[in-house]
């Protein structure tokens, strides 16, 4: 199924300040879309706003051409959120922060499913050790492995290159990729230059 996110005249004010107005956006299937910009510039916002976890806004969002507020159970049960911190929990093991997204999600995969995502981002030998002493990237790694498991159109990143190192960049930008070639969507933030096919189309704040 082709799904269109779509932002229409989007603008949004913090401390006084537009962090920017008159802002028109499509997302569709096989997209993957950069919002780029300096620090400050409204990036997160943005893609918070999005991702329809804010409210504060002027414009109109769009699902499917509907008005996302009428849509929003569709909306959300296509989208797969990953925030700018990795989220991830530091009492509970990697399996376990994945078994807790999976229920939040009223999901209730099986833990070979869970393992798999986890050796998918180079966790093999990882899956027992508590989230809270792993590394930043290793932590990182936890929160882009619901990348593996959860099924969803609508991937919304932010900054999921942050601590990651040479090698996993390179997955993941194959996998960010392959998403898009299988008629996913992804919308990112990202200082890191991104080498992907299809061709990344950029949106610039500030
Ligand atoms: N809830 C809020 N209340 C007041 N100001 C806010 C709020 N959220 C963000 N801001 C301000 O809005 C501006 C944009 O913040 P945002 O985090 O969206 O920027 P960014 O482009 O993602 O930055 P960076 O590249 O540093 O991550 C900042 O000046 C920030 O202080």
Redesign the pocket.
């Known amino acids: 199924m082709s799904l269109c996110l779509q932002a229409r005249q989007l603008a949004c004010e913090?401390?006084g300040r537009w962090?920017f107005e008159g802002l028109d956006l499509d997302i569709r299937s096989g997209e993957i879309v950069r919002i780029e910009?300096?620090?400050?510039?409204?990036?997160?916002?943005?893609l918070k706003l999005l991702a329809g976890q804010l409210g504060d806004y002027h414009g109109e969002l769009y699902w499917n051409g509907e008005r996302l507020a009428k849509v929003r159970e569709h909306f959300l049960a296509n989208l797969l959120y990953l925030g700018?911190s990795p989220g991830v929990k530091a009492g509970l093991t990697p399996l376990e922060n994945l078994a807790w997204y999976q229920a939040l999600n009223g999901d209730k995969g099986d833990e070979e499913q869970r393992l798999r995502a986890l050796l998918h981002v180079g966790l093999g030998g990882f899956e027992d050790v508590l989230a809270g002493q792993l590394s930043a990237g290793q932590q990182r790694r936890v929160a882009l492995a619901r990348l593996t498991l959860t099924r969803r159109a609508l991937w919304v990143l932010d900054e999921p290159f942050t601590a990651i190192d040479r090698q996993g960049v390179d997955a993941l930008e194959k996998q960010l990729a392959a998403h898009a070639q299988t008629g996913g969507s992804v919308l990112l933030?990202t200082h890191h230059a991104l080498a992907v096919s299809p061709a990344v189309r950029s949106v610039q704040?500030g």
């Open positions: 913090r401390d962090l910009g300096p620090n400050g510039s409204g990036k997160t916002t943005l700018h933030t704040l």
